[in-house]
């Protein structure tokens, strides 16, 4: 474990995510059941919505983790129009003073999350597919425990 502080705040964040997380997963397992068990109460819609906002919140979180750390480490942070993407290819990257804070695999699923959130924002909620939504959702699940222990991986090289 580092005894930089910035770890701190990023510790602090990632439990967070972490709780996000869960509630994401429990939300998207009752309505599931309740699709199974009551289809006349289950509605797509909210279950849809639903989704997009945890998942949209949920990857926001993730780059406030990044965010955080590529201002305090590397002393900058991108900004402007692409400050999003320019964020993903800066930490991903390797400098003289640390090690890449995640990994490629971390980065290319960042990247699908950044291109369905951009979507979101642009749109209705309503308007997205519901195979969009639950495969965000999938690749989400999917990379978080990736993303966790990048993050951890991180920290110990670094500290």
């Not at 919140?57 to 406030?64: C, D, H, K, V």
């Not at 939504?133 to 966790?148: C, S």
């Amino acid at each position: 474990m580092s005894a930089h502080p910035v770890f701190l705040i990023v510790r602090a964040k990632l439990a967070d995510v972490a709780s996000a997380l869960e509630h994401m997963n429990q939300v998207h397992a009752q309505q599931l059941a309740l699709r199974a068990l009551h289809p006349n109460l289950y509605s797509s819609a909210v279950h849809v919505e639903s989704l997009v906002t945890n998942v949209q919140g949920i990857y926001t979180q993730l780059e406030s983790v990044l965010k955080t750390l590529a201002g305090t480490i590397d002393g900058y942070a991108p900004s402007g129009e692409a400050w999003h993407r320019d964020l993903l290819l800066q930490v991903s990257a390797v400098s003289e003073n640390r090690p890449g804070m995640i990994g490629s695999a971390t980065t290319e699923s960042l990247t699908e999350l950044l291109k369905f959130r951009h979507a979101v924002r642009h749109s209705y909620p309503s308007a997205l597919r519901q195979e969009d939504v639950f495969r965000n959702v999938a690749l989400l699940q999917q990379i978080a425990p990736v993303f966790l222990s990048d993050m951890k991986s991180f920290e110990a090289d670094f500290g």
